[in-house]
């Protein structure tokens, strides 16, 4: 059901051999173009014509009516809606702490340098659709844009024929908890070249963020720069640390989570310990026979993005998940926090026994919109970060110019941009 990779005795660099998801997004980002040209001039008309096309849906209006939003709270079921707000109070809770503050540095007397954090004046959120519903990427797109003050903020998610062609009811009981009521039912590439465009009652947003397919993915990479945007998120991913201590019911019941999300979800498991290695492997084989999704998790464990890698220790096994970088990185060893701290490449981490992926995905209060394919190397998760822009205020009063005018006529000379260095001499030379 899943490969076996042996990495020992290897030395170098181990990405080549790691497994990973097949994805041409450049490829995908030219078939998705016209779609997105064609939003650009035609607007809603477009819209209406493409969620035909590829929902099977007919529009009559793109944006949902905020009486359906508040409907969709008051049929919620409780349980659900309790475990939404404790859901949204933990991930307040720990995006509230990532708030930054103005700060100004004394360069010298009369010359200051302050830096503000300035928030995104409007963003576009994206929550996925499809073979799931996620509630939960509602609160973990919304939050930290709430929690940066982000001015104007609008949610989309594809349109669902079993719901009168609006979006899952569960996401616009999301949006409701949340204080959302632009919501618009537009899924795929085509909701991002709204977001980027502008369409009829969608304002042109400077951000958008969010997971989706490799179609959304394509639609990210295609309009960056008309758009801001988080991250290409491509299928999800887990990678587990573990050692002969970790028990094997517990790593395969979370290689299974995410393989439950998708045909090309990646589920990796890295260890020095073989016999750990056959005990995962056979207690696969008994929950995937046993959960509700099994095809599809069957087909994720076996495809090419899913493996178990074998490894000479603990330190090998350290050096093939950086250099893995997953989205999500479990640490299930002896000693797991202190192997934990020495992880340098994941979206997000998981240390122990009790911290699985599916409590980040839901209720820890961390984000679950993270960095995929390798990309956590270089990119952090969704944050409140995400939404501000650091922003330099300089002061200096003529004394502090005049001190330091020599010094920038040298380096504008040095650069032969002799005008640069006279913008300045025009200030602190004599009359």
Same mark, same amino acid.
């Given at each position: 059901?899943?490969?076996?990779?042996?990495?020992?005795?290897?030395?170098?660099?181990?990405?080549?051999?790691?497994?990973?998801?097949?994805?041409?997004?450049?490829?995908?980002?030219?078939?998705?173009?016209?779609?997105?040209?064609?939003?650009?001039?035609?607007?809603?008309?477009?819209?209406?014509?493409?969620?035909?096309?590829?929902?099977?849906?007919?529009?009559?209006?793109?944006?949902?009516?905020?009486?359906?939003?508040?409907?969709?709270?008051?049929?919620?079921?409780?349980?659900?809606?309790?475990?939404?707000?404790?859901?949204?109070?933990?991930?307040?809770?720990?995006?509230?702490?990532?708030?930054?503050?103005?700060?100004?540095?004394?360069?010298?007397?009369?010359?200051?340098?302050?830096?503000?954090?300035?928030?995104?004046?409007?963003?576009?959120?994206?929550?996925?659709?499809?073979?799931?519903?996620?509630?939960?990427?509602?609160?973990?797109?919304?939050?930290?844009?709430?929690?940066?003050?982000?001015?104007?903020?609008?949610?989309?998610?594809?349109?669902?024929?079993?719901?009168?062609?609006?979006?899952?009811?569960?996401?616009?009981?999301?949006?409701?908890?949340?204080?959302?009521?632009?919501?618009?039912?537009?899924?795929?590439?085509?909701?991002?070249?709204?977001?980027?465009?502008?369409?009829?009652?969608?304002?042109?947003?400077?951000?958008?963020?969010?997971?989706?397919?490799?179609?959304?993915?394509?639609?990210?990479?295609?309009?960056?720069?008309?758009?801001?945007?988080?991250?290409?998120?491509?299928?999800?991913?887990?990678?587990?640390?573990?050692?002969?201590?970790?028990?094997?019911?517990?790593?395969?019941?979370?290689?299974?989570?995410?393989?439950?999300?998708?045909?090309?979800?990646?589920?990796?498991?890295?260890?020095?310990?073989?016999?750990?290695?056959?005990?995962?492997?056979?207690?696969?084989?008994?929950?995937?026979?046993?959960?509700?999704?099994?095809?599809?998790?069957?087909?994720?464990?076996?495809?090419?993005?899913?493996?178990?890698?074998?490894?000479?220790?603990?330190?090998?096994?350290?050096?093939?998940?950086?250099?893995? !970088?997953?989205?999500?990185? &479990?640490?299930?060893? %002896?000693?797991?926090? +202190?192997? /934990? $701290? =020495?992880?340098?490449? @994941?979206?997000?981490?998981?240390?122990?026994?009790?911290?699985?992926?599916?409590?980040?995905?839901?209720?820890?209060?961390?984000?679950?919109?993270?960095?995929?394919?390798?990309?956590?190397?270089?990119?952090?998760?969704?944050?409140?970060?995400?939404?501000?822009?650091?922003?330099?205020?300089?002061?200096?009063?003529?004394?502090?110019?005049?001190?330091?005018?020599?010094?920038?006529? !040298?380096?504008?000379?040095? &650069?032969?941009?002799? %005008?640069?260095?006279? +913008?300045? /001499? $025009? =200030?602190?030379?004599? @009359?």
């Amino acid at each position: 059901m899943i490969s076996r990779i042996d990495l020992r005795g290897t030395q170098g660099d181990p990405r080549q051999a790691l497994p990973r998801a097949e994805l041409d997004v450049a490829a995908a980002a030219e078939r998705v173009r016209p779609l997105c040209e064609d939003v650009r001039h035609r607007g809603v008309e477009a819209l209406v014509e493409l969620t035909e096309r590829f929902d099977g849906v007919g529009l009559t209006d793109i944006r949902v009516p905020k009486d359906a939003i508040e409907a969709a709270l008051d049929d919620l079921d409780p349980a659900v809606r309790a475990a939404l707000e404790e859901s949204i109070r933990r991930a307040r809770a720990v995006h509230r702490d990532q708030r930054r503050t103005d700060h100004t540095t004394r360069v010298v007397p009369g010359g200051t340098v302050t830096e503000r954090w300035i928030p995104v004046d409007r963003v576009g959120l994206y929550v996925p659709g499809g073979r799931a519903v996620y509630p939960s990427s509602v609160v973990m797109n919304v939050v930290p844009a709430q929690e940066a003050g982000v001015r104007s903020l609008a949610v989309t998610s594809p349109p669902q024929n079993a719901f009168g062609g609006l979006p899952h009811p569960t996401i616009l009981a999301a949006c409701a908890l949340l204080g959302v009521d632009e919501v618009y039912a537009v899924g795929g590439a085509q909701a991002i070249a709204m977001f980027a465009y502008g369409a009829g009652p969608c304002e042109r947003a400077d951000m958008v963020t969010g997971p989706g397919n490799i179609w959304v993915a394509a639609a990210k990479r295609l309009l960056k720069g008309v758009i801001g945007i988080d991250a290409e998120a491509g299928p999800t991913e887990i990678a587990i640390l573990a050692d002969a201590t970790a028990n094997p019911d517990y790593v395969a019941a979370d290689l299974i989570s995410q393989a439950e999300h998708d045909v090309v979800a990646a589920s990796v498991l890295v260890t020095p310990d073989e016999a750990l290695a056959e005990a995962v492997t056979d207690r696969l084989a008994a929950r995937v026979a046993a959960t509700k999704h099994g095809d599809r998790v069957r087909e994720a464990l076996s495809g090419p993005q899913s493996g178990i890698v074998l490894v000479d220790d603990l330190d090998h096994g350290l050096a093939v998940v950086n250099a893995y !970088a997953a989205e999500h990185l &479990e640490v299930m060893t %002896a000693d797991a926090a +202190a192997w /934990a $701290a =020495r992880v340098r490449n @994941a979206g997000a981490i998981f240390v122990g026994d009790f911290s699985p992926v599916s409590l980040g995905d839901y209720a820890a209060g961390s984000n679950h919109v993270l960095p995929t394919g390798g990309c956590a190397c270089h990119t952090g998760g969704l944050s409140v970060q995400t939404f501000l822009r650091g922003v330099h205020v300089v002061e200096y009063d003529r004394e502090a110019l005049t001190d330091v005018a020599h010094h920038v006529i !040298a380096l504008a000379n040095a &650069e032969d941009l002799p %005008a640069h260095g006279e +913008a300045v /001499a $025009a =200030r602190t030379d004599p @009359a």
